[in-house]
Structures are given as structure tokens and as C-alpha cells.
């Protein structure tokens, strides 16, 4: 089994939901993310969601657009990326996602790409400006390697658009909980639940919520209704206001322990 699936599994068991932080790789540079990421773990993180940085990342907010520039103007290369990956492997064996756009990867060498990947120790993949009907190439090469590719669903998207998700995607059902950019948010659009009810009834995979989750409150709430919170932007800020990297990486820890204690007190019912 592999680790995205086998965690999914322990948390049903336990009845909780996940809880996934997104860091962006090299923000504010490698050894820090490296620190934080060791933090997020000790937090009580169950999966974390790595960011590779991009010059136009269209899909991304204000808070994560600057920290892809910040860690840009540090020289951050996919090549250490994958060493960022493999020294975390080296004592822990939680789940790891990488989050990023195709033209990277593209330029890359997709089969390149995903097998120094999988040999770094990265579980999966999210692409977020690759929709599932261009996804053939790509998932050749994750598939061949082990890794899972993850989709995005949203609020805009049709019955076509799930069925295709559910048939080929792995790891996880990422859905957007709003339309337009990453970003923290007050509150999130009531015909959420009906909305995920709506995937539920298309897939087997577990389905996480992000794009706007920034408090211990939210991230409860969607425990009620999912089987994971993703949060990003809230917690980039609070690394981004921190001073040095030891405080960055230990505020970066305290918050994920708050929201996964909030998301702990949801008993969940087994689907």
C-alpha cells in the first residue's frame, strides 16, 4: 500500500480527518524549509503539500505568488528539491505531495521528473493548471513510477469533469472550496457539503478541501465534511511575519498543532 493511501486508511480507522500544510520548497530558503517541515511533522501533520516555486503561478494568491518569488530569487532548482525530499526521507515517512504547475515540469522532462521524484521519496503529484484530459503523458510516467497523480475538482465543474477525476485520479480528490486564487477566507460557500455529496457519489478516493482555510475553526468544520483540510496561504503568512528560521519553523509547528487538535475533536462516521 502505498503512503497516501495507507495514511488515509490509519485516519479512517481513527476516525479523523487529514490535515495537509502546504509550504512552498525554498521559502525563505532550503534549510529552513527543511526545519519546517521536520515542525509540520512533529505538529501532528499527516500528509505535506511541497510547493514548487513558479514565476506565474496563476492559480495562487498574493501570500503564495511572494513566496514563490522569494525562494526564485534564492536559485531553488527541481534537482534541489528532490535533495530538499530525500533528506527529510531519511528520518520520516510521512506522505509527500508536490504542488506545481506543468511548464516546469515540462521543460523538465516529464519522465525525468517523475523518476527523481519517486527516487527522492515524493508519493505524489498535483499539477494545477493540467486538466485530467491533457493528463496522458504525465500519468504515463507517474504511474510507471509510483506516484500518485492528484486533481483538482471545484465548484464550476460538471458530471464529465468528475467522472473523469474519479477514473483517473489516485492519492486523493483535491477540492477547491471556492472559485478563483488561493487565499485565506471568512467563511466558504454553503452548498460546500451538497457539493462534495455530489463527488462522493462518483469516487471511492478520499477527498480533500482547500483554498481558504486559514483557522482551527474552519479546518474542524471541513473535518465534518471531508476526509482532509488542506491550508496553505495562512500558514505561508504566519512562516513569511515569523522572524528567522528557527522561529518560522517553530510557529510554522504551533499552528499546525492547533489545527489538527480542532480537527480532532470531528468524530468522524466511516462513508
Not at 515540462?106 to 486538466?131: I, N, S, T, W
Not at 509510483?146 to 483538482?152: S, V
Not at 477514473?167 to 472559485?179: E, H, L, N
Not at 468544520?221 to 528560521?245: F, M, N, Q, R
Request: a positive charge.
Amino acid at each position: 500500500m502505498r503512503r497516501i493511501e495507507a495514511k488515509f486508511a490509519e485516519l479512517k480507522k481513527r476516525g479523523e480527518a487529514a490535515l495537509i500544510p502546504f509550504v512552498t520548497a525554498g521559502d525563505p530558503d532550503i534549510e529552513t524549509t527543511l526545519k519546517i517541515l521536520r515542525a509540520l511533522e512533529k505538529g501532528g501533520a499527516d500528509c505535506i503539500e511541497l510547493g514548487i516555486p513558479f514565476s506565474d503561478p496563476t492559480a495562487d494568491g498574493p501570500t503564495i505568488q511572494r513566496s514563490s518569488e522569494r525562494a526564485l530569487k534564492n536559485g531553488l532548482s527541481l534537482p534541489r528539491i528532490f535533495r530538499l525530499v530525500r533528506e527529510f526521507r531519511r528520518n520520516s515517512e510521512l506522505p509527500v505531495i508536490l504542488f506545481g504547475y506543468f511548464n516546469p515540469i515540462f521543460h523538465y522532462g516529464l519522465r525525468k521528473f517523475c523518476r527523481q521524484a519517486a527516487e527522492a521519496g515524493v508519493d505524489g503529484m498535483l499539477c494545477v493548471d493540467l486538466p485530467p484530459e491533457e493528463s496522458g503523458e504525465l500519468k504515463r510516467w507517474t504511474d510507471d513510477e509510483g506516484l500518485d497523480l492528484i486533481f483538482l475538482l471545484s465548484p464550476t465543474s460538471g458530471s464529465d469533469r468528475i467522472q473523469q477525476v474519479a477514473r483517473k485520479g489516485r492519492g486523493f480528490i483535491y477540492y477547491v472550496s471556492v472559485t478563483g486564487v488561493t487565499g485565506a477566507r471568512g467563511s466558504f460557500d454553503g452548498q460546500l457539503r451538497s457539493q462534495l455529496a455530489r463527488v462522493r457519489k462518483a469516487t471511492s478516493l478520499p477527498i480533500g478541501v482547500g483554498f481558504g482555510i486559514s483557522t482551527p475553526q474552519q479546518a474542524s468544520w471541513i473535518a465534518g465534511l471531508a476526509d482532509a483540510a488542506v491550508v496553505g496561504s495562512a500558514l505561508v503568512e504566519k512562516i513569511e511575519k515569523a522572524k528567522g528560521s528557527t522561529e518560522k519553523a517553530q510557529g510554522a509547528g504551533r499552528f499546525v498543532a492547533q489545527l489538527k487538535r480542532a480537527m480532532r475533536q470531528i468524530r468522524r462516521v466511516p462513508n
